[in-house]
């Protein structure tokens, strides 16, 4: 088991955007605060690459996220999807 701190932002190989799958981990991941700390923002972002890339579920998930977050939080978490899939 990892004992220790990963920043998954900067461990994520750029072949995982591809996967859907990893996309929605992270999610997951943000949303439940697991291995992490709770960020609905970083949450709100993976959820919404993981739909754009074909995850049907992560829509849901993406909308309960949002439903906890202001209205700029939101704004901030699609400022951060969009500039992923920019630099990616």
Do not use: Y
Request: no cysteine; glycine share 6%; aromatic share 8%.
């Amino acid at each position: 088991m990892l004992q220790g701190f990963l920043n998954t932002e900067t461990a994520l190989p750029i072949e995982a955007g591809e996967n859907p799958d990893v996309l929605f981990d992270l999610g997951l991941l943000f949303a439940s605060g697991r291995g992490a700390s709770i960020d609905l923002v970083a949450a709100h972002k993976w959820f919404n690459l993981a739909a754009l890339k074909g995850r049907a579920d992560a829509i849901e998930f993406r909308r309960e996220v949002a439903a906890q977050m202001s209205a700029e939080q939101i704004a901030a978490a699609q400022r951060e999807a969009r500039a992923w899939i920019t630099s990616h």
